[in-house]
């Protein structure tokens, strides 16, 4: 029996992990989870989960939970996060918080010995040196979620990296791919929200459609699986069945296909090395599919991948300063503030104040983060 810590449990991957474990009550046990402010879906799952601890994010909605489910420990804020990922009674840690709020938790869970299966991207970009490093010092997994990185640490199981010539991270190209970018004037939210194959959180959703999730995911492969970022491409795949690919020095390719559902990611990575029947699972017909389809990716168009190339080749603190200019502009889009076009500019001024501190540690991070959150509210 795996028990779980779940971080983010009402958010899109906190949901699809919940189906994954109750769809194997004998595999896997909830002891402890987080949210943020959706009380109704936390009232659900705690009544039908039943896990011992629970973070939420606001002071009041905690103590309402308590005088509600007496039996259970109820926390909140940046602690009551902490306090689940180090759960005693868990062996495993599902990151599935949005944003760099997760990194803490992260590390925290790191150093008490706990495997990581990570969603949450952010913790990887904005401090992937540390996390890597703790996780190495302490012998602890860190097990990929996000469905590219899923697919290449698939596609690389009984492979040596030195025979590895380059990763290839296929791309759906977001809502707006079938656009030119003067056709990007004066898109809606509701359009930006609408991606073609995956149905996600809103924040990721934008960052797909301004390809920023790519970049964020190249960032990610970088630490997870410790290449250059030469050897890091990325290929437009508009039907998102290949999940992403691994090319060797004999030319040959590895790839992981399988429909868009993240169940598949976030059961592997519980079940890892095993597989267990996906009992919700669609299977691929790839002759109902037909035709696969895939291009270069264009810069031009998707400026938001450069940026990240920058931040990851230049290192330091500009990769924390890119994800927490883009969190901000994405969140001031969505709150209707500013046009889908100013995400991009947003996060280009940021990272153009910005110097760089070389071999930032957690602190630096964490308050570099904050500055930077800041800068872009001051120019909105
Ligand atoms: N959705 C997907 O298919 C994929 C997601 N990912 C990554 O997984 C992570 C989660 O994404 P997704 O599930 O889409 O996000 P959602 O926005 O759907 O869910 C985010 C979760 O985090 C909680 N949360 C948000 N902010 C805070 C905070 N400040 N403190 C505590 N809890 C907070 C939310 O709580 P509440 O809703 O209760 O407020 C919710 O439970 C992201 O890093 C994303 O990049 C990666 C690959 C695919
Ligand atoms: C499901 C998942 O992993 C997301 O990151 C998804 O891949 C976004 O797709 P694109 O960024 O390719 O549009
Ligand atoms: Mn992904």
Sequence with gaps: MKRISL????????????????????EFKLVSMSSGRNMELTRKIISEFLPELVSVQEKDDAE???????QMKIVFGQEGLEEVAVFQKADILVNAVLGSVG?????????????????NKETLVTAGHIVMAEAKRHNVPILPVDSE??????ALQGEREKNIERLILTAS?????????????????????????WSMGA???????????????VIEAHWLFSLPYDDISVLLHRESIIHSMVEFHDTSIMAQLGTPDMKVPIQYALTYPDRLPLVSGKRLNLAEIGQLHFSEMDFNRFRCLKFAYDAGRAGGTLPAVMNAANEAAVAAFLDDRITFLQIEDLIEKAMENHNIIEGPDLETIQ???KETRRYVKSLL
């Design 7 to 26: 971080l983010g449990a009402t958010g899109s991957i906190g949901i699809q992990t919940l189906d994954v474990i109750r769809e194997h009550p004998e």
């Design 64 to 70: 309402k939970l308590k005088s509600e489910f007496p």
């Design 103 to 119: 990194l803490g938790p992260t590390l925290e869970a790191i150093k008490s010995g706990k495997t990581i299966a990570i969603a």
């Design 149 to 154: 990185h899923s697919a290449i640490f698939q």
């Design 173 to 197: 190209g977001g809502s707006f791919r079938d656009r030119k970018r003067d056709e990007l004037q004066g898109v809606t939210k509701a359009d930006a929200l609408n991606h073609p194959n």
């Design 203 to 217: 924040k990721i959703t934008i960052d797909s459609a301004t390809m920023m999730n790519k970049g964020l995911e």
């Design 367 to 369: 308050e570099v983060d």
